[in-house]
């Protein structure tokens, strides 16, 4: 059974940065697609980053629009682990943000029923 663990949330200004990390256990070997979405009160879940995870050299990743140029994926292999880098955090970033995985390609990336595996969630509160 897969789990995934994030930590990393909390309260920064706007303009601040955070980190979240996504630990995975009983992921099994090969290519799986692990990554964020996140959730804001009143509004649907959004995807905001995912990376091709496992297996070969190349990684691809997934970033949505609002995100691109602040926000950098990354992992950890040998941890099974997935991160987030948030840069220049604005108020509308605020949300709950869940790490998520599947097995095999991330396409389509943002199809949330796809995606088998979800973590408890971790709070990320921007103030203007």
């Known amino acids: 059974q897969v789990q995934l663990v994030e930590s990393g949330g909390g309260s920064v200004q706007a303009g601040g940065s955070l980190r979240l990390s996504c630990a995975a256990s009983?992921?099994?070997?090969?290519?799986?697609?692990m990554g964020w979405f996140r959730q804001a009160p009143g509004k649907e879940r959004e995807g905001v980053a995912v990376?091709?995870?496992?297996?070969?050299?190349?990684?691809?990743?997934y970033y949505a629009d609002s995100v691109k140029g602040r926000f950098t994926i990354s992992q950890d292999n040998a941890k099974n682990t997935v991160y987030l880098q948030m840069n220049s955090l604005k108020p509308e970033d605020t949300a709950m943000y869940y790490c998520?995985?599947?097995?095999?390609?991330?396409?389509?990336?943002?199809?949330?029923?796809?995606?088998?595996?979800w973590g408890q969630g971790t709070q990320v509160t921007v103030s203007s």
């Open positions: 009983g992921v099994t070997y090969g290519r799986n697609c």
């Open positions: 990376i091709d995870a496992g297996g070969g050299s190349t990684y691809y990743a």
């Open positions: 998520a995985a599947k097995a095999g390609s991330c396409r389509p990336e943002w199809l949330i029923p796809s995606y088998a595996y």
